[in-house]
């Protein structure tokens, strides 16, 4: 990306640089040599804003393996019009370039991973413009369900830090809430909890929003089987409810009539058109 090629110049010198120091030494290769240092740190430094900057002014060729994930396993990119998809796919590169990745494993993490976890941050946000990826945009995976400052008492599979800015998820489990919506998506409910934090939403759906065990009647898990599979079972109602609009939505339009056009006003209803997708 564009820090990268804007270090390329200062590696280049600040290595020729210290190579002259070795066999020709002068307080000038010096000089030259600590000035490429601080160029480069600085470059590192603010390298996430040079690189979203950079997307935003020569967006990025979506790759077609991408495009076909989206489209054959998010209903919310298959209901998008072309223009909107074009739009949606520029905003999940931009996401990608602000996400930062730690891995609590002793294993290489494919790209995959890092998309994954950006692309429900980018759907709740998508109507909205609040910045929900700026503000959470760290993801931790581990490789097994862990314990945490927040929950020292029972291994779980997921969780949001909103100060600190980070979800934390198995890898395990992110990929199982992708494959099929029998399983819990992770990375929908977090990120749904961090929308819900960041904006005043919370006030809007609460008044229409059923208690957890009612919500879980929407969807192909009860409480017990949640919980097996989360380590906790998930306590944010609205975040849970959201979570089974876009998974389970023709339950949850049939089950909380009051609920469903709350929901559609605010996330609009893409994914209920990909039924019948527009094809290009």
């Not at 979506?62 to 905003?91: A, C, K």
């Not at 996400?99 to 494919?110: A, P």
């Not at 009539?257 to 209920?272: S, V, W």
Request: charged share 20%; net charge negative; glycine share 4%.
């Amino acid at each position: 990306m564009l820090s990268r090629i804007i270090m390329l110049p200062f590696i280049l010198t600040g290595g020729f640089s210290l190579y002259k120091m070795f066999f020709d030494y002068s307080d000038i290769y010096a000089f030259i040599f600590s000035g490429c240092v601080l160029m480069i740190a600085a470059i590192l430094m603010i390298e996430p804003q040079l690189n979203v900057w950079w997307v935003e002014k020569k967006p990025p060729k979506t790759d077609p393996s991408l495009r076909n994930f989206l489209y054959n396993y998010i209903p919310f990119y298959r209901g998008l019009t072309y223009e909107l998809r074009l739009q949606f796919e520029q905003m999940l590169a931009k996401n990608e370039y602000r996400f930062e990745v730690i891995s609590k494993t002793d294993k290489d993490l494919s790209a995959d991973i890092k998309t994954l976890s950006c692309i429900y941050p980018t759907i709740l946000d998508f109507n909205h413009q609040l910045g929900l990826a700026k503000k959470v945009s760290r993801v931790a995976l581990y490789a097994h369900p862990f314990l945490s400052p927040v929950e020292m008492e029972h291994v779980h599979v997921s969780e949001l830090d909103f100060e600190d800015g980070i979800y934390v998820y198995t890898i395990e489990h992110l990929q199982l809430g992708f494959k099929s919506n029998r399983f819990f998506n992770i990375a929908l409910y977090e990120p749904a909890k961090a929308f819900l934090m960041l904006s005043d939403y919370r006030e809007k759906i609460a008044p229409v929003c059923p208690d957890i065990e009612e919500i879980l009647t929407a969807g192909p898990y009860d409480s017990k089987a949640l919980k097996a599979f989360c380590g906790l079972l998930p306590d944010d109602r609205e975040a849970l409810l959201i979570h089974h609009f876009f998974n389970h939505p023709d339950e949850v339009k049939k089950l909380f009539p009051k609920a469903f056009p709350i929901l559609t006003e605010i996330f609009g209803d893409h994914h209920l058109l990909s039924k019948n997708p527009l094809l290009y």
